[in-house]
T-cell receptor
């Protein structure tokens, strides 16, 4: 099966510009996550969707970041305006609540290749 | 909330020797502990995981141990090979909840 797809793979923008990232999860996975991974750090959750509903966006900087998953499949993460400190790799991951239920709630997530954002 | 600490941040071992990476977690309700391997410029990939109802799990050269009382878990790689060079992340999660990652260990396998 195809894995999690993300685009673009790389993006270079100047500060104060807007930027958007796209993610298509594994087919049938209803849970989608956006993470930010700073250099030398582990991924940090920005937002989690169950179908089209954002169930955890507590770590999303809402003044400049927004996300949507209108039809409960693919998702877009936007930053407007971008700041220098937003330079990072943005990772999308997906999992299946059905498989989690069968596995007793254990949450195996599958990651996409990420988008490396550089803000100049 | 959950906090995961990972040590060491960098580890160098001779090819063929063993490598051990240790993590601690803070939330006693966490019950799922995955380990991810991330090669340079690539996505994190799950290599092994352990659930709180077992103390040890092994898959070929990789093993994980879990001490729930001490809230410690560890990754053991035996007979290391050059392709084991990567960044390894431990993580912890409660049932059906988000995963919290450690800061990673950069493993270098020396020829």
């Amino acid at each position: 099966e195809a894995g999690v797809v993300q685009s673009p793979r790389y993006k270079i923008i100047e500060k104060k510009q807007p930027v958007a990232f796209w993610c298509n999860p594994i087919s049938g996975h209803n849970t989608l996550y956006w993470y930010r991974q700073n250099l030398g750090q582990g991924p940090e959750l920005l937002i989690r969707y169950e179908n089209e509903e954002a169930v955890d966006d507590s770590q999303l900087p809402k003044d400049r970041f927004s996300a949507e998953r209108l039809k409960g499949v693919d998702s877009t993460l936007k930053i407007q305006p971008a700041e220098l400190g937003d330079s990072a790799v943005y990772l999308c991951a997906s999992s299946s609540s059905t498989q989690r239920g069968l596995a007793g709630g254990y949450n195996e997530q599958f990651f996409g290749p990420g988008t490396r954002l550089t803000v100049l | 909330g959950e906090n995961v600490e990972q040590h060491p941040s960098t580890l160098s071992v001779q090819e063929g020797d063993s490598a051990v990476i240790k993590c601690t977690y803070s939330d006693s309700a966490s019950n799922y502990f995955p380990w991810y391997k991330q090669e340079l410029g690539k996505r994190p990939q799950l290599i092994i995981d352990i659930r709180s109802n077992v103390g040890e799990k092994k898959d070929q050269r990789i093993a994980v141990t879990l001490n729930k009382t001490a809230k410690h878990f560890s990754l053991h790689i035996t007979e290391t090979q050059p392709e084991d060079s990567a960044v390894y992340f431990c993580a912890a999660s409660k049932r059906d909840d988000k995963i919290i990652f450690g800061k990673g260990t950069r493993l270098h396998i020396l020829p």
